[in-house]
């Protein structure tokens, strides 16, 4: 018995163009705009980004825009640990004791959730992974887990924001987030060494590979947001 498999893929950037059948869509229907293909190859044209960048730099901000634009899947490890704290799992648990430290989750707990992430969100045309990899063992776990499903990281976007700038930013959500981790200065001061010592080594993993590229992540959200979008839409050409 032969089979034949469909797979609907949203391209709201319309960057892909080689599929054989486009189909036009009500307005109302999540996006205009589906192509209809019928070949793996298209796994490999999955569009992964990583946005980078340190505490309080605007990842969370810019990762909401960039879903709704792109119809990207968002997965922040902060914010899947912080279910599992709010569902007061024992990983949650387990977890808190880090977060309120400042200090970082154990490799082999971020990368299961990832791993879980990935396998739940088979038709996604792609991942937007905010907060992630975090040590240059979860960015090589990464590339292998991509490898599996026949992709890779297409793009890396650091945003760059003074220490001082980042401090006042993150004191001022302490007053309102609810999040241990942001209202004492010494752990916020401390989420920023770690960041030195644990995470910009992920940047030269990129930087290596020839994914990397700066964004001045101070301004405007929506000036910033353009910037962004500029750097993605020409990695998509
Ligand atoms: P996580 O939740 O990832 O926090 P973070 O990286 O410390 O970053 P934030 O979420 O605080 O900042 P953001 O860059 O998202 O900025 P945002 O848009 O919110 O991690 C928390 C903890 O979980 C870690 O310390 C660790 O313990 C653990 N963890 C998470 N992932 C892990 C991993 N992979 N491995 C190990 N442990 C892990 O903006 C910040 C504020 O600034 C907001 O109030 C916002 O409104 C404001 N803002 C944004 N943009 C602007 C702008 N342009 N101008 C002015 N204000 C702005
Ligand atoms: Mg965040």
């Not at 901000?61 to 799992?89: D, F, M, P």
Request: neutral net charge; aromatic residues 8%.
């Amino acid at each position: 018995m032969i089979s034949l498999t469909f797979c609907i893929y949203i391209d709201p950037a319309h960057a892909l163009h080689d599929f054989q059948l486009k189909v036009e869509l009500p307005k109302d229907f999540l996006n205009p705009v589906r192509y209809i293909c019928f070949s793996p190859r298209l796994m490999a044209l999955m569009f992964n980004l990583i946005l980078f960048g340190p505490p309080g730099s605007g990842k969370g901000t810019q990762s909401e825009k960039l879903v709704e634009k792109y119809g990207l899947v968002h997965l922040s490890t902060g914010n899947l640990l912080r279910e599992e704290i709010a569902g007061k799992t024992p990983l949650g648990m387990e977890a808190k004791n880090f977060m309120d430290k400042g200090q970082l989750v154990p490799d082999e707990v971020v990368i299961g959730m990832i791993d879980n992430s990935l396998d739940h969100h088979k038709e996604a045309i792609g991942f937007l992974f905010d907060g992630f990899p975090r040590t240059v063992a979860q960015a090589v776990a990464l590339d292998k887990l991509l490898e599996l499903k026949g992709s890779s990281i297409s793009l890396v976007l650091a945003l760059e924001v003074s220490e001082e700038e980042l401090v006042k930013r993150l004191l001022n959500r302490g007053k309102t987030s609810g999040r241990s981790d942001d209202t004492h200065e010494d752990v916020i001061r401390k989420r920023f060494a770690v960041y030195q010592r644990e995470t910009e080594p992920v940047a030269v993993h990129y930087k290596q590979e020839k994914k990397f590229q700066s964004i001045k992540g101070e301004g405007s959200v929506d000036d910033i947001f353009n910037t962004v979008c500029a750097a993605i839409d020409k990695k998509m050409k």
